[in-house]
């Protein structure tokens, strides 16, 4: 018996690990399926001349000049600032929603980049992110590009293949006037408030993360399972009364997870922060920050 019992482990063993690598090659099929199409998606809305922002225009009645008005009081300032302070090529730029503006300490926080930048527009999506790549991030000419948006985009209705898409054709807009510099998408946050849209902001996750790694320079941050608690459910100690937008603890924990991207990239990977306009992070070294 004990020696029947010696021969058939090693062949229970060989069943379970086969089963394991059947498990991940499905996983990384199903992943590299919804890549293929999420880019396909967007490729072929953008070879048609329908972009996301079109889709948001035609959902809420919008029209692209009144989306221009929208937020010209919040590109106003940034002339301003940039006027105040030319932006310095090479750094690391934050954009995207309320998420990146209310962000007081960022600046602080990521101290030993040698320049920060931060340029959020509160209630923006991503469809407006990538409209306005141009007046976002162009002009910054960073090393690196840090984008938070999304979330608006599903409360206002839209699918997770449509701010999928928004994200390809944002990725598209910058990549052709700025081929080297890197992007790093941080995953839609769950918040209490909007708990109703958790599935579809795990979908729009999901397309998102599987469509970034089928680029080279281009990173998925995974800021949401950090935020959910045992059950799955978004973690209120994170969040400011309005159960939406982020409190000390909540940018806290966002600031590791950048940070350990920022300084410990996957194995294989290089640096985020990598391109020779940015030196070497020195811990300790002040940022220069572009207010």
């Known amino acids: 018996m004990h020696k029947l019992k010696h021969r058939f482990?090693?062949?229970?063993?060989?069943?379970?690990?086969?089963?394991?690598?059947?498990?991940?090659?499905?996983?990384?099929?199903?992943?590299?399926?919804?890549?293929?199409?999420?880019?396909a998606f967007g490729l072929a809305r953008?070879?048609?001349?329908?972009?996301?922002?079109?889709?948001?225009?035609?959902?809420?009645?919008?029209?692209?000049?009144?989306?221009?008005?929208?937020?010209q009081e919040s590109f106003d300032a940034f002339a301003a600032a940039d006027r105040a302070h030319p932006p310095v090529a090479?750094?690391?730029?934050?954009?995207?929603?309320?998420?990146?503006?209310?962000?007081?300490?960022?600046?602080?926080d990521f101290q030993s980049l040698p320049v920060v930048t931060k340029r959020g527009f509160g209630g923006s999506r991503l469809s407006d992110c990538s409209e306005?790549?141009?007046?976002?991030?162009?002009?910054?000419?960073?090393?690196?590009?840090?984008?938070?948006?999304?979330?608006?985009d599903l409360a206002e209705g839209a699918t997770p293949q449509e701010v999928a898409a928004s994200f390809v054709n944002?990725?598209?807009?910058?990549?052709?006037?700025?081929?080297?510099?890197?992007?790093?998408?941080?995953?839609?946050?769950?918040?209490?408030?909007?708990?109703?849209?958790?599935?579809?902001?795990?979908?729009?996750?999901?397309l998102i993360e599987a469509y970034s790694a089928t680029l080279p320079?281009?990173?998925?941050?995974?800021?949401?399972?950090?935020?959910?608690?045992?059950?799955?459910?978004?973690?209120?100690?994170l969040f400011r009364p309005d159960m939406l937008h982020?409190?000390?603890?909540?940018?806290?924990?966002?600031?590791?997870?950048?940070a350990s991207h920022l300084r410990e990239p996957a194995a294989g990977a290089s640096n985020l922060v990598n391109a020779p306009a940015v030196p070497t992070l020195a811990v300790g070294a002040a940022p220069r920050a572009a207010h």
């Open 246 to 258: 982020l409190n000390r603890s909540g940018y806290s924990l966002w600031r590791t997870e950048i």
């Open 217 to 237: 320079n281009l990173d998925y941050i995974d800021i949401y399972s950090k935020m959910i608690d045992a059950d799955g459910r978004p973690r209120a100690e």
């Open 90 to 108: 090479g750094g690391v730029l934050f954009v995207g929603s309320s998420s990146i503006r209310l962000w007081d300490s960022l600046e602080s």
């Open 46 to 71: 953008a070879e048609a001349g329908v972009a996301p922002h079109a889709v948001d225009a035609k959902r809420s009645g919008e029209s692209r000049e009144a989306r221009l008005a929208r937020w």
């Open 9 to 39: 482990k090693p062949r229970a063993k060989h069943r379970v690990h086969h089963h394991q690598q059947a498990r991940r090659r499905a996983r990384n099929a199903l992943l590299t399926t919804a890549a293929i199409c999420c880019a």
């Open 132 to 152: 306005q790549v141009a007046r976002l991030v162009l002009p910054y000419r960073p090393s690196v590009v840090i984008v938070y948006a999304g979330d608006n």
């Open 170 to 206: 944002f990725v598209a807009a910058v990549r052709k006037e700025l081929p080297d510099t890197r992007i790093a998408y941080l995953s839609i946050k769950p918040s209490p408030l909007r708990a109703a849209l958790i599935e579809r902001i795990r979908q729009t996750n999901a």
